[in-house]
Structure formats: structure tokens, C-alpha cells
């Protein structure tokens, strides 16, 4: 079964400030889909980035960048310029293009703290 | 308006009591997916669907089933609920599979 990992269950940042969540994936497959969602307080899943493998440019949204490793199957995402609404849960997620399954990881409880 | 709409919203039954967890979307999307959120255990697919009449077992299936009678709709179908089904489920629907998936806004299911 493919895994997706996230290392770090909760993490706060000052607003303002700069932040990155890890994830990791386990694949075996060179072409595949990358996303980090955003669930907040009232529990909507919202897409925040999405990155095809096989484009070697990482994916921007504004103040949601990522940081994508192919060769480390890593899958970082960058929070800029916190602001308060970003507090939220944030589910790294992954699908194969073979496949038709889709696979989130625990989530990180991110809190911004004015 | 494009969405997702998921009923009810919330729901508490009695362990054997078959219960229906609709889902309907309005975006003509091929893909849907029914996920079950529990603690510290993410998001987790139930089943998925291709297209109408095509349907398949995600990663916790188990106690669950799902049709696909036309394009816009996707029902969950607990025939027997149990305490362990106990969960915050999401549908979901997406118009190519790997594109980004839009979420119903999620049901609250207790089963005593």
C-alpha cells in the first residue's frame, strides 16, 4: 500500500513568520499527483497546492509554496507571511497516475499565534 | 453553484440500523470518492468511482457499500452499523482523476 507521512503532528508559528510542513510518500511509480489541503475549524477540506511529478517546477499559490524532492519523495509546503486565518489542519495527500486510489497522510495541526 | 452536498450533516443510530449517507454533486465529474476522518489517522478512502456503474474498494472498505446509478449522485450504505464506524465521513468529486478533488462538506455519524 502507498504511504503518505507526515513527521510533525502539530506546529505554530508567530504571524508573520515563515513556516514549512514535511511529507514524505512512498512510491514506486515516476509519474504521479502531489496536494496539500487545508482543514479548518470548520472541518471544509480545501485545496491549497497541487503538483504533477513529472513538472520538475515547484507549485506556487501566493503565500503556499512547495518544496518538492523527487529523488527524497518529499513533499514540503511553505506558509509565507502567516496570518491567522491559516490556522488549520493540513493534510498532505497523493495519487498515482496508474492508480485510482488516494492516499492522505495524519495531518499537522498548524496554529498561528498573533 | 458548483458543490458537493452531502445528507445528512449529522447522524446518531443505534448499532444494525441500515443507514443512507447521500452525496450529490452538480460539476459533471467522473470521479467520486467517499473518505472516513478519524483522529490521528488522516483521511482514509472508503471507495471510488470512475464512472456510473464503475465502482472500487479503497483502503477500509469493510462494512460499507456504495453505487453509482448516475453520474451525479454516489450514495454510502452502512447495512449493519457498528460503534466502529463511528466518523466523520467526506465525499468527494473530481473531474479527471488526479485533479483536485472537491469536498462535501462532511457528515457527522455516531453509532451507538
Known amino acids: 500500500a502507498q504511504t503518505v507521512t507526515q513527521s510533525q503532528p502539530e506546529m505554530s508559528v508567530q504571524e508573520a513568520e515563515t513556516v514549512t510542513l514535511s511529507c514524505t510518500y512512498d512510491?514506486?511509480?515516476?509519474?504521479?499527483?502531489l496536494f496539500w489541503y487545508k482543514q479548518p475549524p470548520s472541518r471544509q477540506m480545501i485545496l491549497v497546492i497541487r503538483?504533477?511529478?513529472?513538472?520538475?517546477q515547484n507549485a506556487t499559490e501566493n503565500r503556499f509554496s512547495v518544496n518538492f524532492q523527487k529523488a527524497a519523495k518529499s513533499f514540503s509546503l511553505k506558509i509565507s507571511d502567516s496570518q491567522l486565518g491559516d490556522t488549520a489542519m493540513y493534510f498532505c495527500?497523493?495519487?498515482?497516475?496508474?492508480?485510482?486510489?488516494?492516499?492522505f497522510g495524519t495531518g499537522t495541526s498548524l496554529t498561528v499565534i498573533p | 453553484e458548483a458543490q458537493v452536498t452531502q445528507n445528512p450533516r449529522y447522524l446518531i443510530t443505534v448499532t444494525g440500523k441500515k443507514l443512507t449517507v447521500t452525496c450529490s454533486q452538480n460539476?459533471?465529474?467522473?470521479?467520486m470518492s467517499w473518505y472516513r476522518q478519524d483522529p490521528g489517522l488522516g483521511l482514509r478512502q472508503i471507495y471510488y468511482?470512475?464512472?456510473?456503474?464503475?465502482?472500487d474498494k479503497g483502503d477500509v472498505p469493510e462494512g460499507y457499500k456504495v453505487s453509482r446509478k448516475e453520474k451525479r449522485n454516489f450514495p454510502l450504505i452502512l447495512e449493519s452499523p457498528s460503534p466502529n464506524q463511528t466518523s466523520l465521513y467526506f465525499c468527494?468529486?473530481?473531474?479527471?482523476?488526479?485533479?483536485?478533488?472537491?469536498f462535501g462538506p462532511g457528515t457527522r455519524l455516531t453509532v451507538l
Open positions: 460539476m459533471n465529474h467522473e470521479y
Open positions: 468511482s470512475m464512472n456510473v456503474e464503475v465502482t
Open positions: 468527494a468529486s473530481s473531474f479527471l482523476r488526479g485533479g483536485e478533488q472537491f
Open positions: 503538483q504533477e511529478a513529472y513538472k520538475q
Open positions: 495527500a497523493f495519487m498515482e497516475n496508474t492508480g485510482n486510489q488516494f492516499y
Open positions: 512510491t514506486s511509480e515516476s509519474n504521479y499527483y
